[in-house]
T-cell receptor
Framework: KQEVTQIPAALSVPEGENLVLNCSFT??????LQWFRQDPGKGLTSLLL?????REQTSGRLNASLDKSSGRSTLYIAASQPGDSATYLC????????FGAGTTVTVRA | NAGVTQTPKFRILKIGQSMTLQCTQD?????MYWYRQDPGMGLKLIYY???????DKGEVPNGYNVSRSTTEDFPLRLELAAPSQTSVYFC?????????????FGDGTRLSIL
């Protein structure tokens, strides 16, 4: 059974600092790894999807890396802003999505 | 763009009551999913469907039932509600099962069983 872990559970940084969010998974036989953002009281919004054959994926200030052999993915958010405050979840896709519990990020103005 | 729409947004049930959580999508997606999210936990898959008339159990199906008579709708039925079913329920849909395109999520139904 796929187990997905996200550390830390919460993170608070001053505006402008770069964010590094970690995700680990136990079974490397995945199709892809997905990162989502969840705002309070809302559903999940897809941020990045990295195929198992890719090493990284970028969108604006967001960059996600994938090391399938070691079971790790990292989401980098450059020059954080208060609007980046949210919970970030990763999910490993081995036909079904297995989610981590998320990292709650607070960016202080 | 409506995307995935869930109703109701909030509901309080008494133990033993039943209800149906509604989910509809307007993207013509074949794949649809129901998840539950408990505080401090990741989402857990309850049921999923790969097309009209086809459903299958996920990780935590006990106490729930689903049906898929149309491509657009995927209702989740709770029979004999129990306090353990207090949770936030999310419906999602995808074009290709997540192989290349991410899932699209509704805003959730917050359900309390008292």
């Amino acid at each position: 059974k796929q187990e997905v872990t996200q550390i830390p559970a919460a993170l608070s940084v001053p505006e402008g600092e770069n964010l590094v969010l970690n995700c680990s998974f136990t079974d490397s036989a995945i199709y892809n790894l997905q990162w989502f953002r969840q705002d309070p009281g809302k559903g999940l919004t897809s941020l990045l999807l990295i195929q198992s054959s890719q090493r990284e994926q970028t969108s604006g200030r967001l960059n996600a890396s994938l090391d399938k052999s070691s079971g790790r993915s990292t989401l980098y958010i450059a020059a954080s802003q208060p609007g980046d405050s949210a919970t970030y979840l990763c999910a490993a896709n081995d036909y079904k999505l297995s989610f981590g519990a998320g990292t709650t990020v607070t960016v202080r103005a | 763009n409506a995307g995935v729409t869930q109703t109701p947004k909030f509901r309080i049930l008494k133990i033993g009551q039943s209800m149906t959580l509604q989910c509809t999508q307007d993207m013509n997606h074949n794949y649809m999913y129901w998840y539950r999210q408990d505080p401090g936990m990741g989402l857990k898959l309850i049921y999923y469907s790969v097309g009209a008339g086809i459903t299958d159990k996920g990780e935590v199906p006990n106490g729930y039932n689903v049906s898929r008579s149309t491509t657009e709708d995927f209702p989740l039925r709770l029979e004999l509600a129990a306090p353990s079913q207090t949770s936030v329920y999310f419906c999602a849909s995808s074009h290709d099962g997540g192989a290349y395109q991410p899932q699209h999520f509704g805003d959730g139904t917050r359900l309390s069983i008292l």
